[in-house]
């Protein structure tokens, strides 16, 4: 049974920093992608960035590019978000997501099989 943990989301001041990890279990990490999104308040769940376990390669959203890093340990079956320039725009909850085979797109909440609970994150002004 696949399970995906999410920890590190709590309350930042803007310009602050936050690492979440997803610790993953019951999946086998190199093959596949791992991905983070967020969903705000009355918002759909939007991708941020995700990480592709084979050569590493990764991808962000436009609205975080440059401020947060995806990075996996495949040994501990972990991959992390380093959230910083943190912004009040950046308040969501965000989401952990496994592809359980090959998909040909990263980017939407379909090209994954299996999601985490969430972790809330809150940036203040």
């Known amino acids: 049974q696949v399970q995906l943990v999410e920890s590190g989301g709590g309350l930042v001041q803007a310009g602050g920093s936050l690492r979440l990890s997803c610790a993953a279990s019951?999946?086998?990490?190199?093959?596949?992608?791992m991905g983070w999104f967020r969903q705000a308040p009355g918002k759909e769940r939007e991708f941020v960035a995700r990480?592709?376990?084979?050569?590493?390669?990764?991808d962000y959203a436009d609205s975080v590019k440059g401020r947060f890093t995806i990075s996996g340990d495949n040994a501990k079956n972990t991959v992390y978000l380093q959230m910083n320039s943190l912004k009040p725009e950046d308040t969501s909850v965000y989401y952990c997501?496994?592809?359980?085979?090959?998909?040909?797109?990263?980017?939407?909440?379909?090209?994954?099989?299996?999601w985490g609970q969430g972790t809330q994150v809150t940036v203040s002004s």
């Open positions: 019951g999946l086998t990490f190199s093959r596949y992608a």
């Open positions: 990480i592709g376990w084979s050569g590493g390669s990764t």
């Open positions: 997501a496994a592809q359980g085979r090959y998909y040909s797109s990263y980017y939407y909440t379909s090209d994954y099989d299996y």
